[in-house]
């Protein structure tokens, strides 16, 4: 009964009201700022001290800024003070990842420029190289060059002293051809007939000079040749007459080679005799080809045939 | 008489203060957070960010839930949430690809360079 006058006047209805309007809503909250929105404040904090992210985003990040305030606010609705968290929460984290972006993309032109340098510098390098190795190629072609030419000029050397001993030696051949000799293992051989000297003498009649003088050119030319002179008779008369006659006729040819300028120590003069005669003596002709003066022009000397 | 009209006048105001009159669905927000998704998904954020991408999925999901069960302030804040965290996504996905660019770069360079030292230790 004492109550129902509570409830009528005016003014203590509006604090019921409130306090009942209070209970319902089941909020107990206190006038402080939400813990989770310590963490929200904190991560937005790092960023705006991050000297590369912190001018990168500034609308994002004023946005975030807002909603961490908002965030922060006490109110008695947990769940809205959840929800606010997250949302702050989130905006933090777009704004740096935004602020990242833009900071990479401020940083790719320093970038681009490195790598255009470093494939410039490469691909100097490389033309450096190849101008190189092509001077090195053009070394080496102009030595293998000089080598070749060298060898040429070694060919045309070695063929002109070829041709020149050939055309000696043609030359000589030439020379031995004119002397009317005889080539044999002895050496060359000229003879002189039996016209060159009278019968039984062994005065040279004037028609010997003919070929003496040729051999007289020959040795002159090669000095390096000995003579040995050998006179040969048919088997007329004894052999003693023979051997000395022979002997005499040889010392005549010796004796007139000697008088041409022929150095004496190159001739040897002996006489044969009847011996190694050349022909059958029982003919006329055939004693006249016995009767003869041979010249040996020997062999030059060699250290194996010693 | 008057007794029971306050009391009626009472009831009604702890009524009110009790149970907020139930907003419409949040549509807006619910489209938001769709088209928000969609544009992580196009960007390839399913590769870069599929963390914070799958969270806005479910969140959707579960904002769409909530409509189902007239608690339209939740699905609300839900939907707010899930596109907040495909924008993330989104954001997070950019910065991935923009520096994945940049090391590219930077590698390249370190192999002209690696190249040219190893050519130069040759000669």
């Given amino acids: ?306 | 008489m008057r007794p029971a009209r306050t009391l009626a006048l009472l009831i009604s105001i702890i009524m009110l203060a009790a149970c907020a009159s139930t907003p419409p669905a949040p549509t807006e927000g619910l489209q938001s957070a769709r088209q928000a998704i969609a544009n992580a998904e196009r960007a390839d954020a399913g590769h870069y960010a599929p963390g914070d991408l799958g969270e806005a999925r479910t969140k959707l999901a579960s904002a769409n839930a909530a409509v189902e069960e007239e608690k339209m302030i939740v699905a609300q804040r839900l939907a707010d949430e899930s596109r907040a965290s495909a924008e993330l996504a989104a954001a997070r996905t950019g910065a991935a690809k923009a520096i994945a660019v940049n090391d590219d770069m930077k590698r390249s360079t370190a192999t002209l360079i690696e190249e040219m030292k190893r050519n130069s230790g040759e000669k």
Avoid at chain 1, 18 to 37: D, I, N, S, T, W
Avoid at chain 1, 232 to 261: F, H, K, M, P, W
């Fill in chain 1, 1 to 306: 009964m004492n109550t129902i006058p509570l409830f009528v006047k005016p003014g203590r209805l509006l604090i019921v009201v409130a306090a009942a309007a209070a209970l319902l809503a089941g909020c107990a909250a206190a006038p402080v700022k939400p813990e989770g929105a310590a963490q929200a404040r904190s991560k937005l904090t790092q960023l705006q001290a991050d000297p590369d992210l912190a001018s990168r985003a500034p609308i994002a990040i004023e946005e975030a800024d807002r909603a961490v305030r908002i965030a922060e606010t006490p109110q008695p609705d947990v769940a809205l003070t959840m929800h606010r968290i997250y949302m702050a929460e989130r905006k933090v984290d777009i704004a740096r990842a935004l602020a990242e972006t833009r900071f990479a993309e401020d940083q790719r032109g320093a970038l681009s420029q490195q790598r255009d340098n470093a494939r410039l510098d490469a691909r100097t390098r490389e033309a450096d190289a190849a101008k190189k190795q092509a001077a090195m190629a053009m070394a080496e072609n102009a030595r293998q060059k000089a080598v070749m030419d060298q060898a040429r000029d070694a060919a045309d050397a070695a063929r002109l002293a070829a041709a020149s001993s050939e055309a000696k030696s043609a030359q000589m051949q030439r020379e031995i051809a004119a002397l009317q000799a005889k080539v044999t293992d002895r050496g060359l051989v000229l003879t002189l007939g039996d016209v060159l000297f009278a019968s039984g003498k062994a005065a040279l009649q004037s028609g010997a000079s003919g070929n003496l003088n040729k051999l007289v050119a020959f040795l002159n030319k090669y000095p390096e040749r000995s003579v040995a002179i050998e006179g040969y008779t048919d088997s007329v008369g004894s052999e003693e007459y023979n051997q000395a006659l022979s002997q005499r006729r040889a010392e005549a040819v010796r004796s007139y080679l000697v008088g041409q300028g022929i150095g004496p120590q190159r001739l040897i003069a002996s006489g044969m005799g009847e011996s190694s005669p050349i022909a059958p003596n029982d003919s006329a002709a055939g004693r006249q080809q016995n009767r003869r003066v041979e010249m040996i022009i020997e062999n030059p000397m060699t250290a194996s045939s010693q």
